[in-house]
């Protein structure tokens, strides 16, 4: 298919589509003379994921570059996924605390059984529980143990319901999607529920905040 074609089946503008092939976002058509090129739907399969990268999921050019990059260049899944992770959830953001191994997040590790590795989301847990540390929020063994376990529980029901599709682009997009729309439904259950028992222990105090 010509760009016209492709920009009509994937429903991306034709600059739009320029633009992607100049940033090396999607991959050059294949080109029969000097001004005209033939795609395939696996550009359109890559169209699709760039635009809910963008629009559902709220990357960046720089941030769908890399993961595109690591793709193409055929990274191992379990490191594709990493990489998702890290910049769906922001966490090199909050990575500006200690690294594995520092004791911070050996606790829960240990407790949930979870393997002792590496990780960019172990190295954000040991930030954060520092950061918190840092502003004298106490964080108690029993508040890891009933936290860890919540999230053990959402984690394996997650992973046990993942099928691992054949492309990776639709890898990326399953995962990316994935984490961010649970990510936000997991803060919001938790709003609603922090909202009911606060309901549920409030509502019938009439007394009111004390009067200056």
């Known amino acids: 298919m010509q760009l016209k074609d492709l920009s009509e ?6 600059a739009s589509v320029k633009f992607y092939l100049r940033e090396g976002l999607l991959p050059a058509g294949e080109a029969v ?13 890559r169209l699709g994921l760039i635009q809910a990268l963008r629009r559902i999921v709220g990357l960046n050019i720089q941030e769908i570059r890399g993961l595109l990059r690591m793709a193409d260049d055929g990274a191992p899944r379990l490191a594709l996924l990493a990489a998702v992770q890290r ?8 990575r500006t605390g200690g690294e594995a191994g520092t004791g911070a997040s050996d606790a829960v590790v ?3 059984n979870w393997p002792d590795y590496p990780s960019d989301a172990r190295n954000a847990l040991n930030a954060h529980l520092e950061l918190m540390h840092s502003l004298g929020i106490e964080v108690t063994d029993e508040v890891l143990d009933t936290y860890s376990k919540a999230m053990d529980d959402v984690a ?3 992973i046990a319901a993942t099928t691992t599709p054949e492309s990776v682009d639709e890898l990326i997009l399953t995962a ?25 222990r ?7 905040a004390a009067a200056p």
């Open 9 to 14: 089946l994937s429903g991306v503008t034709a």
């Open 33 to 45: 003379h000097a001004t005209r090129a033939e795609y395939s739907l696996r550009h359109v399969e």
């Open 87 to 94: 910049v769906v959830l922001k966490l090199d953001a909050a």
């Open 110 to 112: 240990h407790l949930r």
């Open 156 to 158: 394996r029901f997650d």
């Open 176 to 200: 990316a999607i994935g984490m961010h729309m649970h990510s936000q439904l997991l803060l919001r259950l938790l709003a609603l529920a922090q909202a009911s028992h606060a309901i549920r």
């Open 202 to 208: 409030y509502a019938g105090d009439t007394s009111g």
